[in-house]
């Protein structure tokens, strides 16, 4: 059974930093895609980065510069540095894992998802 576990995630003021982790298992995820994507209340679900199975890397304009994704295809983990972090920030994060692993930002592309980690960052 495939699973995607995130965490991380917690409070932080604005301007601190968090590291999200995404442990995989159930197949091998380095031939695979992995994203990032997060959901604030009352918006939707938006993506933030992703990394193929070279290391290429594709970000959201809004986290470009703040944010940075890798990846451990030894540890099967997927990792989001945030940040720089602001209050508009606050979301709950989700991993995402893409056969094929073209680091697109289409959710819709993606195959297996994780639960969230929350983020929130107070002003």
């Known amino acids: 059974q495939v699973q995607l576990v995130e965490s991380g995630g917690g409070l932080v003021q604005a301007g601190g930093s968090l590291r999200l982790s995404c442990a995989a298992s159930?197949?091998?995820?380095?031939?695979?895609?992995m994203g990032w994507f997060r959901r604030a209340p009352g918006k939707e679900r938006e993506f933030v980065a992703a990394i193929g199975w070279n290391g290429n890397t594709n970000y959201a304009d809004s986290v470009k510069g703040r944010f940075t994704i890798s990846r451990s295809n030894f540890k099967n983990t997927v990792y989001l540095q945030l940040s720089s972090l602001k209050p508009e920030d606050t979301a709950v994060y989700y991993c995402?894992?893409?056969?094929?692993?073209?680091?697109?930002?289409?959710?819709?592309?993606?195959?297996?998802w994780g639960q969230g980690t929350q983020v929130t960052v107070s002003s």
């Open positions: 995402a894992a893409r056969r094929g692993g073209v680091p697109t930002s289409s959710p819709n592309e993606y195959d297996y």
């Open positions: 159930g197949r091998t995820f380095s031939s695979d895609a």
